[in-house]
């Protein structure tokens, strides 16, 4: 779950002074606009990465990895010019930059970070057209 923005804030309590340190903590209770992403969720994102195995796209604050089993067969993976991308040669690009649409297939959680892999080997999804 991440949290997107605060709309209000409730409640601060009083401030509790930490020992030997100096600092105050304080108990707030707040109303906040979140976003949880769900496994078999449609979601569109930006390529941060493109390398050998896949890439990265970034989802808000959800990095999400397509690897080349979750890519169409049809898109190769080439170095031609200076920037790697995934292309069929023909109308469908994915480079860094490029916007996509993903299926997160799975979603892992660690301490302050989400990570998940996703899929494009569905109709409907991949390189979006500008």
């Known amino acids: 779950m991440m949290i997107i923005a605060i709309?209000?804030?409730?409640?601060i309590s009083e401030a509790k002074i930490m020992p030997g340190t100096g600092m105050a903590m304080?108990?707030?209770s707040y109303r906040a606009i979140i976003w949880r992403p769900f496994r078999g969720e449609v979601v569109d994102g930006l390529v941060s990465s493109v390398v050998s195995n896949?890439?990265?796209?970034?989802v808000g604050g959800?990095?999400?990895f397509v690897s080349k089993a979750m890519i169409p067969a049809e898109l190769k993976y080439t170095v031609e010019g200076?920037?790697?991308?995934?292309?069929?040669n023909i109308?469908?690009?994915?480079?860094?930059?490029?916007?996509?649409?993903?299926?997160?297939?799975?979603i892992r959680g660690e301490?302050?970070?989400?990570?998940?892999?996703?899929?494009?080997?569905?109709?409907?999804?991949?390189?979006?057209?500008?």
Do not use: H
Not at 91 to 106: A, Y
């Open 7 to 11: 709309i209000d804030i409730d409640d």
């Open 26 to 28: 304080y108990d707030i």
């Open 54 to 58: 896949g890439f990265f796209v970034d």
């Open 62 to 64: 959800l990095s999400v």
């Open 82 to 88: 200076s920037t790697p991308s995934f292309t069929d």
């Open 91 to 106: 109308d469908q690009t994915i480079e860094r930059s490029s916007q996509v649409r993903l299926r997160i297939k799975g």
């Open 111 to 130: 301490m302050g970070q989400m990570y998940a892999i996703g899929s494009i080997r569905e109709d409907y999804l991949g390189a979006l057209m500008q």
